[in-house]
């Protein structure tokens, strides 16, 4: 048994954490008392561990190795398909776990991976991020998405690999409906992919919508599925670009609809600001879903990394507080409670995305922790600290100091 003491708590409160073991026991003025092993925190900030529940462990790190492309999302997975046909089961894992690691510097111990599977790559990229999930056991939780990024239609023979995926022990049903070439192939990809997931008893996780196109409607598809299946709490929509381009009339039923199926959201403006809006010229859009009223209607709305160096996008390092920042600008985050809704947007909305019970800062949820040197969140996300110390099952995983020095005349 151990304790932090005298931490700060995001709700700037005064607390010790005691942990037991994998487990928190008990969160509170004074609780360390009794407590031998004791780490004084000086009143720095303690989180639970970040989450990053959209990431995309099979492609990271290799876009140095591709060709310059328009900087769109077909763009750039077109720009991929060559890389793709190159990757190893060894080259996949080597990057993802490269990215496992760093990101569990930056303080995320749990990861939500889309892996692709298509008749590209086949179930390599699967075996590599499922290969680099396994290594990293110690450091961190990582699961993992069948992601069919180039359709089920579109692309004949990937259904029949999404089913190897998920008995190979895929983790999620990925889908991308959007990607196929008509409304009923859509409405076709969105079945197909409920279909899986309850002969595999599966929670969905769908990129929806990923366009600037208004017309483009799946998110209803996806909404009305899960509404008449009752699968309810088991899905989330990542990406619902569309939404924002799409009528009020449309927008507000459709949140309604994901409003009553418990779907997530995965907003991830850090990629979206990228991505979209590359057509637009003087007033360009930015490209991220409808933020303010999914939170408005109370949905569970979460930030994801999405990508870190690959075809999509050319930065990222697994930093949630540095997507949390990003995805502040994006969304017109600023007050308070905005800041507040952004930490919980990388901690217990992508938690619960994930159906995650024992996630928290709270006596019995898992000891994921991360100590920052700083007193506050909105601190943390204005100077983006590495943490201090981050654990991991009650384990510590990864500790961080940086030295800086002015030297005055
Ligand atoms: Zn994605």
Redesign the pocket.
């Given at each position: 048994m151990w304790a932090l003491q005298d931490a700060r708590l995001p709700d700037g409160t005064t607390a010790d954490v005691v942990v037991d073991q994998e487990r928190i026991t008990a969160v509170g003025e004074g609780v360390a008392e009794e407590i031998t092993e004791r780490l004084d925190c000086r009143g720095h900030l303690v989180l639970p561990a970040f989450v990053d529940a959209?990431v995309?462990l099979d492609k990271v790190l290799i876009r140095d190795e591709l060709r310059e492309h328009d900087g769109t999302l077909a763009g750039a997975i077109g720009a991929i398909h060559e890389r793709k046909r190159r990757y190893t089961a060894k080259d996949v894992r080597l990057r993802a776990r490269t990215v496992i690691e760093e990101s569990v510097r930056h303080g995320a111990t749990r990861l939500r991976s889309?892996v692709d599977v298509d008749t590209i790559g086949g179930l390599v990229p699967l075996e590599g991020v499922m290969a680099a999930a396994a290594d990293c056991a110690d450091i961190a939780e990582v699961r993992t998405i069948a992601f069919p990024q180039e359709g089920l239609l579109r692309d004949p023979g990937a259904f029949e690999l999404m089913e190897a995926a998920l008995q190979a022990g895929a983790d999620v049903v990925g889908g991308m409906p959007h990607w196929e070439v008509d409304e009923s192939s859509q409405r076709e990809h969105v079945r197909l992919c409920f279909e899986l997931a309850e002969r595999f008893d599966r929670d969905i996780d769908m990129?929806v919508d990923?366009t600037d196109d208004g017309g483009v409607r799946t998110l209803e598809m996806v909404a009305d599925e899960a509404l008449d299946r009752g699968y309810i709490g088991r899905v989330c929509a990542?990406?619902v670009c569309s939404l924002s381009a799409a009528d009020d009339a449309y927008a507000e039923r459709v949140i309604e609809k994901c409003r009553r199926a418990e779907i997530s959201i995965?907003a991830?403006p850090v990629?979206n600001l990228m991505l979209q809006g590359r057509g637009d010229h003087g007033l360009i859009r930015r490209g991220t879903t409808r933020i303010g009223e999914f939170r408005q209607a109370g949905v569970n709305l979460f930030f994801?990394q999405?990508?870190v160096k690959d075809g999509f996008y050319p930065f990222g390092r697994g930093s949630m507080l540095e997507v949390a920042l990003i995805s502040a600008h994006a969304a017109h985050l600023t007050t308070r409670d905005d800041l507040d809704f952004a930490l919980h947007a990388v901690t217990a909305a992508p938690a619960l995305a994930m159906r995650v019970a024992d996630y928290g800062l709270r006596p019995g949820a898992r000891a994921d922790l991360q100590l920052m040197p700083v007193p506050s969140w909105s601190e943390a996300l204005r100077l983006q600290p590495l943490p201090e110390k981050v654990w991991f099952r009650g384990r510590l995983v990864a500790e961080s100091s940086v030295r800086s020095e002015i030297y005055r005349s």
């Open positions: 959209h995309h889309h990129h990923e990542g990406h995965a991830n990629t994801g999405d990508c």
